[in-house]
């Protein structure tokens, strides 16, 4: 399989980066949260119903979860706009890609088999009776004033925003005081506008993707690669450490990391440059250290905030005041020879730094931690 970062990293430069999620992947994250959703209002703002299985799946559930309503907007130009449920084809059976909302207050037993499905939310998005469809003024940007607006009257927000937009769209969130449920790569978890999110506990991992490796419908113009396939002529791509972010309450968070390891200084290396040690893996945490520990961002997937504080990053910028030193130029360059024979520059103020066998070492990204409660004897 290819490195789908660099795929990624390549759609977000392009700004293709629309990544359909598959309705098994939803249901298997939303079904620990079936009792925040009854009389709520939800906002799945990024998602053509045509196209959306997030759009499915709440109207589908609609009555089981109790909601009170479900509003989708779609974007203009949405490329597999209407492909999947072609309900609204003109005579040519050309469909309408203009950008549009669908707001629907009820999913009534349409068809009158005695249960709702998917045949009961076609004929619901048909019937004029119910008129719960309606054109946009703009383009349906999530960030466009009548979108913004929609924003204001939901309660829960749940969709696959655009990666390239992922801060841009959390701040939006954050501002208008939003519960929401959404997914991004895990590489977000670094990024110096969400992380202090992480670190005040305004924001946390959801259960079921856990950073692991999912396949995502993309449009048909996406170029062909390495990372793709192609079943029943639809394209799909691998993307790589996928994550759900939310800020609703689930019992994960109240389970603790079971430590087993005891900390002695020839294991648990300091840092050269932070008053931490490393903690290469989370398993290997030491449950009688007090002071400060630097852990993978993969401990996020186990965080409790009752057993662990989180005091920082290491990072470039220090935005924590945590550093204990800061390299020269020349350091880096000299650190640079030492490791690899040749001119160089070494980044040693990005991360943590280790000496191993005399020479100065970068370990990957580190999130700072204490235990709040450690086994001293």
């Not at 994250?29 to 053509?48: M, P």
């Not at 309606?134 to 749940?158: H, M, W, Y």
């Not at 910028?317 to 030193?325: F, I």
Request: charged share 25%.
């Amino acid at each position: 399989m290819a490195n789908t970062n660099t795929t990624l990293g390549a759609a977000k430069a392009s700004k293709k980066d629309e990544f359909y999620t598959q309705l098994s992947d939803i249901e298997k994250e939303l079904v620990h949260y079936r009792e925040y959703f009854r009389d709520k209002v939800v906002f799945c703002n990024c998602d053509d119903p045509y196209e959306s299985n997030f759009f499915k799946y709440f109207a589908l559930n609609f009555n089981a979860l109790g909601l009170k309503k479900l509003i989708a907007t779609c974007y203009d130009g949405s490329p597999i706009a209407q492909q999947e449920l072609p309900l609204f084809a003109d005579e040519n059976n050309e469909p309408k890609k203009k950008a549009y909302k669908v707001e629907i207050s009820e999913v009534p037993d349409l068809d009158g088999n005695g249960s709702t499905d998917l045949t009961d939310v076609k004929l619901l998005l048909k019937s004029s009776d119910h008129n719960v469809k309606a054109e946009l003024k703009g383009n349906g940007d999530f960030r466009s004033p009548e979108c913004v607006e929609l924003l204001k009257q939901a309660d829960i927000v749940v969709t696959n925003p655009p990666f390239s937009l992922f801060r841009e769209y959390m701040a939006q969130l954050i501002k208008n005081g939003k519960k929401f449920l959404i997914i991004g790569n895990q590489n977000a978890i670094t990024y110096k506008e969400i992380f202090p999110l992480i670190k005040d506990n305004k924001l946390w991992l959801g259960l079921t993707m856990n950073g692991s490796n999912r396949w995502f419908r993309v449009p048909d113009d996406y170029e062909q690669s390495a990372s793709m396939k192609i079943e029943n002529g639809i394209k799909y791509c691998f993307v790589k450490a996928v994550v759900w972010f939310t800020n609703l309450e689930h019992n994960k968070r109240k389970e603790e990391i079971i430590l087993v390891n005891k900390y002695t200084p020839e294991e648990y290396p300091t840092y050269e440059n932070y008053d931490a040690i490393e903690v290469g893996n989370v398993n290997k945490i030491p449950y009688d250290y007090k002071g400060i520990m630097g852990v993978p961002i993969t401990f996020l997937h186990k965080y409790n905030p009752d057993q662990f504080e989180i005091l920082g990053m290491c990072e470039n910028e220090d935005l924590y005041s945590l550093k204990t030193k800061v390299y020269t130029t020349g350091e880096c360059k000299q650190a640079y020879f030492n490791k690899f024979g040749k001119a160089g520059t070494y980044d040693l103020n990005a991360s943590g730094v280790i000496i191993k066998n005399g020479i100065q070492e970068k370990v990957y990204q580190r999130i700072l931690i204490r235990n709040k409660k450690p086994q001293i004897s």
